[in-house]
């Protein structure tokens, strides 16, 4: 009895050691799980950080670049801003004048201007280049000619190697603007008469815009002791007409050309 009290407590003893050890055991077991996941984790997480770290140096960047292209639009901002505070201080200057001026003008000197900038502004109108403007040469105008007049013993003298034809009605717009000049003319013969007004609207007609048509000084055999002179013209439909104290005409048939310039 006293030996199996004695074997007991020995067992009891034993147990315990047991106990002591395998909870050492689990305690380690635990310990190392524990610090092998944290060293997973860890390395996760250093990672992640890296990552993180990369994409703030891109925002960095990102911003970096953002915030020079603002200061550059900032600066050009305000040169802009400069450069339209001193248009409006130079209008402002303008107007300033302006109105100066209108002050300085009574009404009836600024119905005189609009009226002088009126009649100017017609002639500008009545003078600007002609349109449905093509383009001829010497050589064609010569066959035209030739065929219409036979030019055998004509003196003929095509200036220009190259020529521009327009319509009529643009001819007639020219020389509307000469109507109410020529009209305060009077015809007086051998001092003014055909060839004095032929050779005036020639004159007139030798500016830009001008000057390169068809348009020519001719002299007519009109009858056994008649002679005329007037402007020739070739239209864009390679039509022959004569300009005749400022108006555009038919040539009549029995004219005979003698002498021609163009
Ligand atoms: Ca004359």
Sequence with gaps: MIKINADFFLLEKNRKKIFVVMGIVLVFFLVSVSVYSANGAFANLSNEIESMES???NLQNVLNNTYVELNQTRADLSQSIIEKHSLHD???VSIDEKVALQNTLTETELSESIEENSVLL???ILT???TAVTKTNRSRLWTLMDDRFNLLGVQTHLLDYNYSLTNKSEVERFLSRDLEINDQFEYITDVYDCDDFA??????LSIPGWSGLAIGIASFKT???TFHMTLLFVD???KIWMIDYSEVKEIPDGWILSYVLI
């Design 55 to 57: 994409e703030i140096c």
């Design 90 to 92: 130079e209008l402002n």
């Design 122 to 124: 017609d002639k500008l």
């Design 128 to 130: 600007s280049p002609p």
């Design 199 to 204: 050779l005036r609207a020639y004159g007139e």
């Design 223 to 225: 009858s056994n002791t």
């Design 236 to 238: 864009v439909d390679e």
